[in-house]
Antibody
Framework: EVKLVESGGGLVQPGGSLRLSCAAS????????MTWVRQIPGKGLEWVAK????????YYLDSVRGRFTISRDNAKKSMYLDMNSLRVEDTGVYYC????????????WGQGTLVTVSS | SYVLTQPPSVSVAPGKTARITCGGN??????VHWYQQKAGQAPVVVLH???DRPSGIPERFSGSNSGNTATLTISRVEAGDEADYYC???????????FGTGTKVTVL
């Protein structure tokens, strides 16, 4: 079964840090661009970051650039999102998803992990 | 930045047709993907590349894309189609991905 599983979410104070992980099973990560998408509870989807198959290119949503860092380890079939200087507005469910090519749809998706930034 | 606009809600009776629009500047020149998200679940692709249905998606789901509007059409709507639907494109200008604002489909 093709599966992505996120972990690492939790409650953190403003200004704090978290590392999210995304583990793949049932398929090889290396052919995919990998992305992070977030969703404020009750609101819409927002793309956050993406990383090229070999990790050589990374792109970020303007509001997280400089604070978040996306990375991957294809040998471990894993992707990561290091989040620093967290803000209340970063609160949401964070999904990882694979993209076969730049213009392709996001598929597969993980089940999401909740990040809550609050004092 | 590129913006995709969807109606906040669409209501439809069972057996009827629901049409969900996604407006964007010259969206007809881009590949549009559509996702269905049921309550408490991750999104699932129901259409990719404007009109193509992934394996397992019923033929009742179809799409079009031209000019400034892409449309997802759900024919013979069933209670199980009740969900939020999002359109999505890759904006080559910014090299960012963009999601639409989302449409809640309610089956009456």
């Amino acid at each position: 079964e093709v599966k992505l599983v996120e972990s690492g979410g939790g409650l953190v104070q403003p200004g704090g840090s978290l590392r999210l992980s995304c583990a793949a099973s049932g398929f090889t990560l290396s052919p995919y661009w990998m992305t992070w998408v977030r969703q404020i509870p009750g609101k819409g989807l927002e793309w956050v970051a993406k990383i090229k198959r070999d990790g050589s290119e990374k792109y970020y949503l303007d509001s997280v650039r400089g604070r978040f860092t996306i990375s991957r380890d294809n040998a471990k079939k894993s992707m990561y999102l290091d989040m620093n200087s967290l803000r209340v507005e970063d609160t949401g469910v964070y999904y990882c998803a694979g993209v076969e090519s730049m213009a392709a749809a996001f598929d597969p998706w993980g089940q999401g992990t909740l990040v809550t930034v609050s004092s | 930045s590129y913006v995709l606009t969807q109606p906040p809600s669409v209501s439809v009776a069972p057996g009827k047709t629901a049409r969900i629009t996604c407006g964007g500047n010259n969206i007809g020149t881009k590949s549009v993907h559509w996702y269905q998200q049921k309550a408490g679940q991750a999104p699932v692709v129901v259409l990719h590349y404007d009109t193509d249905r992934p394996s397992g998606i019923p033929e009742r789901f179809s799409g079009s894309n031209s000019g400034n509007t892409a449309t997802l059409t759900i024919s013979r709507v069933e209670a199980g189609d009740e969900a939020d639907y999002y359109c999505q494109v890759w904006d080559t200008g910014s090299d960012h991905y963009v999601f639409g604002t989302g449409t809640k489909v309610t089956v009456l």
